[in-house]
Structure formats: C-alpha cells, structure tokens
C-alpha cells in the first residue's frame, strides 16, 4: 500500500482543479527524467535549478579531468536528490496554489486512495459532484 497526502483549495470545489493526491515517498519518474519530470510538472524553478546543477556540475567535472565514472555518479546523485525531493516540491507548489494537505490516505493505487478519503468524507464528494 502507497500513502498520499490528500490537497483541497478551499475557493471551492473542482474535482479537476481543486482537489490533489500526492504520493509519499521516493518519485521514480523524478528520478529518471529528472530536469523533463519538473518541467511536465510545472515546477519551472526546480527543473531549471537541476538543469543549472547537471550543467555546472559535468562542466566542472570535465573542466577537472574526472573521468566518465565520476561525471555518472555525479548525475546519478543528482537523479537520486530529484527523486527523494520530487514529491515535496510537487507539494510545496501546491501549498503556493492555495492548497491545503487536508488528509494522509492509503491505497493500492492513486484512485483507491482517493476514494477512501471520499468514503471517510463524504461532504468533499458532494462538493465534487455539484
């Protein structure tokens, strides 16, 4: 079972924009395409800020003489931060949007998540509905 942290809007509900599940733990996608996963995410300053990492970071590597073993650790941690980091940020944007993280849910997927937050609160269903 997956945990995911439950983000209302309180403006009103639109079960499209007002209402976000976000998974805990480790973000794989976050993890392999990490500067792609924060741009498809719209998280701009965090894609441009592992953009500027990965860039300075094989500059100055190369700049050094470190060998091509090195320069793939050196992505790989910065892979690894963009996976443990990744979901915190997708959650900080959301607080920025006017969110709030209402609840902590768990499921064998996203929709078994959320609809065990909508069976615990069945008053967010009727707001979703309308």
């Given at each position: 079972?997956?945990?995911?942290?439950?983000?209302?809007?309180r403006?009103?509900?639109?079960?499209?924009?007002?209402?976000?599940?976000?998974?805990?733990?480790?973000?794989?996608?976050?993890?392999?395409?990490?500067v792609?996963?924060?741009?498809?995410?719209?998280?701009?300053?965090?894609?441009?800020?592992?953009?500027?990492?990965?860039?300075?970071?094989?500059?100055?590597?190369?700049?050094?003489?470190?060998?091509?073993?090195?320069?793939?650790?050196?992505?790989?941690?910065?892979?690894?931060?963009?996976?443990?980091?990744?979901?915190?940020?997708?959650?900080?944007?959301?607080?920025?949007?006017?969110?709030?993280?209402?609840?902590?849910?768990t499921?064998?997927?996203?929709?078994?998540?959320?609809?065990?937050?909508?069976?615990?609160?069945?008053?967010?269903?009727?707001?979703?509905?309308?």
């Open positions: 079972m997956r945990l995911y942290t439950v983000h209302l809007r403006q009103g509900l639109d079960s499209d924009r007002d209402l976000a599940l976000v998974k805990e733990g480790f973000a794989w996608p976050a993890f392999f395409f990490t792609l996963w924060a741009f498809t995410r719209r998280l701009w300053v965090a894609g441009c800020a592992l953009l500027a990492v990965e860039l300075a970071a094989g500059f100055g590597l190369t700049t050094i003489g470190a060998d091509s073993v090195t320069q793939a650790v050196a992505s790989f941690a910065i892979a690894a931060l963009a996976g443990f980091f990744g979901n915190d940020w997708v959650r900080a944007k959301l607080a920025r949007q006017g969110f709030v993280e209402t609840a902590v849910v499921g064998n997927g996203e929709d078994v998540a959320l609809q065990r937050f909508l069976d615990v609160r069945p008053t967010v269903a009727e707001g979703l509905l309308t």
